[in-house]
C-alpha cells in the first residue's frame, strides 16, 4: 500500500511538472505570437502607404530628373528641369496667381470662420441648427462645389439678377481677367470656412467655465480674458488650421478646372492647374514633375514655419 501510495504521488508530481512545462510553453508561443503579430498586422496598412504615398512620391522624384523624349524613352536631365522653372515665366506667373489666392482665400476663411465660431460659442437660439446648417458646404465634394458656383458665375444666372439693380450689367464673374480670380476665391471660402468654424468652437468649447468666471469676478475686461485666457486654448488650433488651409490652398485644382480652366488670360492660372498643363497638354513631364517637387517643399518649409514662429509642440 505504501509503495502503492508513493507511486502515485510520484505520478501526480510528474503530471503536475508536464502540465506546467506545457502551459509555460504555450504562454511562450503566445508571447512570441503577440509581440510579432502586431507587426505583421500592420503589413497591409504599410503596403498600402508606400504604395499610395512613398511611392508615387520616388517616382516624381524621379521624373523630375529626366527628359521624356518621343516613343516614350527618357534621358537623365539632373537638376535641369528644376533650372529650367527659374526661367519658367508661366510657371513664375502660377507662384504669384497661387500666392494671391491663398492670401485672400485663407485669409477670408479664417476671418469669417474665427467671427462665426465666436457667435455660436453664445449661447443663441437654434445653435444646434446653425451649426448643421454652416457644415453643409465643407461636406461637398469640390467638383459639386465647382458645378453649382458655374451656374451661379454664368451670364444672367443668379448672381448677376441680384448685382443688376446695383450694377446695371453682367459682371463676368469668370470671364473678366479682373474678377475671375476673386470669384473662384469666393467658391473656395464659402466652401471652407465652415473647417475654421469648426476647429475654432471646438476650442472655445474647451475653455474652462471656471476660469473664465473668476476673471470676470475680478474684473478682467473682456480682451484681456480673451488674450490670457482663451487664446492660449486656442493657438495650436489655430496653427493647425492655418498649415491644413494653407497647403490645401496650395493644391487647389477641381474647382479652378471646372470654374475657369486658369483663365482668362491666366487670371486664374494656379500652380497644379500650370502642372496638369504642362504635364497632360505639353507632355513634358520632367518639367511638371519638378513642379511638383518644388511645391512640396514650399509646403514642408511653410508648416514648419508655422509652428516654428507659433512655438507649438505637437
Same mark, same amino acid.
Given at each position: 500500500?505504501? =509503495?502503492?501510495?508513493?507511486?502515485?504521488?510520484? !505520478?501526480?508530481a510528474?503530471?503536475? &511538472? #508536464?502540465?506546467?512545462?506545457?502551459?509555460?510553453?504555450?504562454?511562450? $508561443?503566445?508571447l512570441? $505570437?503577440?509581440?510579432?503579430?502586431?507587426?505583421?498586422?500592420?503589413?497591409?496598412?504599410?503596403?498600402?502607404?508606400?504604395?499610395?504615398?512613398?511611392?508615387?512620391?520616388? %517616382?516624381?522624384?524621379?521624373m523630375?530628373? #529626366?527628359?521624356?523624349?518621343?516613343?516614350?524613352?527618357?534621358?537623365?536631365?539632373g537638376?535641369?528641369?528644376?533650372?529650367?522653372?527659374?526661367?519658367?515665366?508661366?510657371?513664375? &506667373?502660377?507662384l504669384? $496667381?497661387?500666392?494671391?489666392?491663398?492670401?485672400?482665400? $485663407?485669409?477670408l476663411e479664417?476671418?469669417?470662420?474665427?467671427?462665426?465660431?465666436?457667435?455660436?460659442?453664445?449661447?443663441?437660439?437654434? %445653435?444646434?441648427?446653425?451649426?448643421?446648417?454652416?457644415? @453643409? +458646404?465643407?461636406?461637398?465634394?469640390?467638383?459639386?462645389?465647382?458645378? @453649382?458656383?458655374?451656374?451661379?458665375?454664368?451670364?444672367?444666372?443668379?448672381?448677376?439678377?441680384?448685382?443688376?439693380?446695383?450694377?446695371? %450689367?453682367?459682371?463676368?464673374?469668370?470671364?473678366?481677367?479682373?474678377?475671375?480670380?476673386?470669384?473662384?476665391?469666393? =467658391?473656395?471660402?464659402?466652401?471652407?470656412?465652415p473647417?475654421?468654424?469648426?476647429? @475654432?468652437?471646438?476650442?472655445?468649447?474647451?475653455? +474652462?467655465?471656471?476660469?473664465?468666471?473668476?476673471?470676470?469676478?475680478?474684473?478682467?475686461?473682456?480682451?484681456?480674458?480673451?488674450?490670457?485666457?482663451?487664446? +492660449?486654448?486656442?493657438?495650436?488650433?489655430?496653427?493647425?488650421?492655418?498649415? @491644413?488651409r494653407v497647403?490645401?490652398?496650395?493644391?487647389?485644382?477641381?474647382?479652378?478646372?471646372?470654374?475657369?480652366?486658369?483663365? +482668362? !488670360?491666366?487670371?486664374?492660372?494656379?500652380?497644379?492647374?500650370?502642372?496638369?498643363?504642362?504635364?497632360?497638354?505639353?507632355?513634358?513631364?520632367? #518639367?511638371?514633375?519638378?513642379?511638383?517637387?518644388?511645391?512640396?517643399?514650399?509646403v514642408?518649409?511653410?508648416?514648419m514655419?508655422?509652428?516654428?514662429?507659433?512655438?507649438?509642440?505637437?
Amino acid at each position: 500500500m505504501a =509503495t502503492e501510495t508513493g507511486t502515485d504521488v510520484h !505520478s501526480t508530481a510528474d503530471l503536475d &511538472e #508536464q502540465l506546467g512545462a506545457e502551459k509555460s510553453t504555450r504562454e511562450r $508561443v503566445l508571447l512570441w $505570437v503577440d509581440e510579432r503579430l502586431k507587426w505583421l498586422m500592420t503589413l497591409p496598412a504599410v503596403f498600402l502607404l508606400f504604395a499610395l504615398t512613398f511611392y508615387p512620391l520616388l %517616382r516624381a522624384i524621379q521624373m523630375s530628373t #529626366q527628359q521624356f523624349l518621343p516613343g516614350g524613352r527618357t534621358t537623365y536631365v539632373g537638376i535641369e528641369n528644376y533650372v529650367n522653372l527659374l526661367d519658367n515665366g508661366a510657371f513664375l &506667373e502660377s507662384l504669384v $496667381v497661387t500666392g494671391k489666392f491663398i492670401g485672400l482665400a $485663407v485669409g477670408l476663411e479664417f476671418a469669417l470662420g474665427f467671427g462665426i465660431a465666436l457667435v455660436l460659442n453664445k449661447k443663441i437660439k437654434m %445653435r444646434g441648427l446653425w451649426q448643421t446648417l454652416i457644415l @453643409i +458646404p465643407m461636406i461637398l465634394s469640390p467638383t459639386v462645389i465647382g458645378l @453649382i458656383w458655374r451656374l451661379m458665375y454664368t451670364p444672367d444666372g443668379l448672381l448677376d439678377f441680384m448685382a443688376a439693380p446695383f450694377i446695371g %450689367r453682367n459682371v463676368g464673374w469668370i470671364s473678366d481677367p479682373d474678377v475671375a480670380l476673386y470669384a473662384v476665391v469666393a =467658391t473656395d471660402v464659402w466652401q471652407w470656412t465652415p473647417l475654421v468654424v469648426l476647429v @475654432i468652437f471646438a476650442g472655445l468649447q474647451s475653455v +474652462p467655465d471656471d476660469i473664465q468666471e473668476a476673471a470676470i469676478m475680478d474684473g478682467a475686461p473682456r480682451w484681456r480674458r480673451f488674450v490670457d485666457i482663451v487664446f +492660449p486654448y486656442l493657438k495650436s488650433l489655430i496653427v493647425l488650421v492655418l498649415i @491644413i488651409r494653407v497647403v490645401d490652398a496650395l493644391r487647389v485644382f477641381a474647382k479652378v478646372y471646372i470654374l475657369t480652366r486658369g483663365g +482668362p !488670360s491666366n487670371a486664374t492660372n494656379v500652380i497644379s492647374m500650370e502642372m496638369y498643363r504642362t504635364a497632360f497638354r505639353f507632355s513634358n513631364f520632367g #518639367q511638371a514633375s519638378a513642379m511638383a517637387i518644388s511645391l512640396l517643399v514650399v509646403v514642408l518649409i511653410l508648416a514648419m514655419s508655422f509652428v516654428k514662429i507659433a512655438d507649438i509642440e505637437f
